[in-house]
């Protein structure tokens, strides 16, 4: 009888832990944290040497790297299922991007953008959510809007792409996970939401390779990035 009662207390015991995982830990946990450093590579030299960008655009300012005109730069070398940690600094009205699957020079049909944005500027808090930081832009919005922090505040980038399937960390929250497969219209996106007239390949049609890129001083807004970091899996 006391070995059946301890049976049950040690069963409760288990449920009652597995229950009490919070969501945003099952979330956290797509990625390990104990990833040994070794695996890690910056995405960056400090030359730029392996990169592509026009002259004199892109340059590291106290481990900083950040640009002069609205252009690019993009890795020299492609990849496919790959986890991307940065971080960003925007300034008021910040609008700026992270491409994965890029093909530079055809980036803007042919990449996938997660968007950088300040949220509290009235143009992009007043657009559609899929224009919004975090999201997929023009595809798929982020689960949660001003996850982003304020002007002159670093955020955290989390990218994993696994072929079709892009997870984004915003700050350390899962924000988003899309599933590019779902992705077959040039003009609509599977919530109904209309996609953007320039964004004419549909998602699911991308090869899962290519260069990663950023979007430089879009607009007259500076973007700031810096701890740039890439591995294989």
């Given at each position: ?128 959510p ?14 949660e ?11 955290k ?54 260069h ?22």
């Amino acid at each position: 009888m006391n070995r059946n009662l301890i049976l049950i207390a040690v069963l409760l015991l288990v449920t009652v832990t597995s229950c009490s995982q919070s969501p945003d830990s099952a979330e956290s946990s797509d990625i390990s944290d104990e990833v040994p450093e070794a695996e890690w590579k910056t995405l960056f030299a400090d030359d730029l040497s392996d990169a592509t960008f026009p002259k004199g655009v892109w340059y590291w300012e106290d481990s900083t790297l950040t640009a002069t005109e609205d252009q690019a730069i993009w890795t020299n070398e492609t990849y496919d299922n790959f986890e991307l940690e940065l971080e960003f600094k925007n300034a008021e009205g910040t609008n700026s991007g992270v491409f994965v699957y890029a093909e530079p020079d055809k980036w803007l049909t042919n990449s996938v953008e997660i968007q950088i944005a300040d949220d509290y500027d009235p143009q992009w808090a007043n657009s559609s959510p899929n224009w919004q930081c975090g999201a997929l832009f023009g595809h798929q919005a982020a689960t949660e809007q001003k996850v982003v922090k304020r002007p002159g505040e670093w955020n955290k980038y989390r990218v994993v792409c696994q072929d079709q399937n892009i997870k984004v960390f915003l700050n350390e929250k899962l924000v988003n996970d899309a599933d590019l497969g779902k992705f077959t219209s040039e003009k609509a996106n599977p919530d109904g939401t209309a996609t953007v007239d320039w964004l004419s390949v549909p998602l699911a049609e991308l090869p899962t390779q290519g260069h990663v890129g950023f979007q430089g001083k879009h607009a007259g807004k500076p973007i700031w990035f810096k701890n740039l970091r890439i591995r294989e899996i």
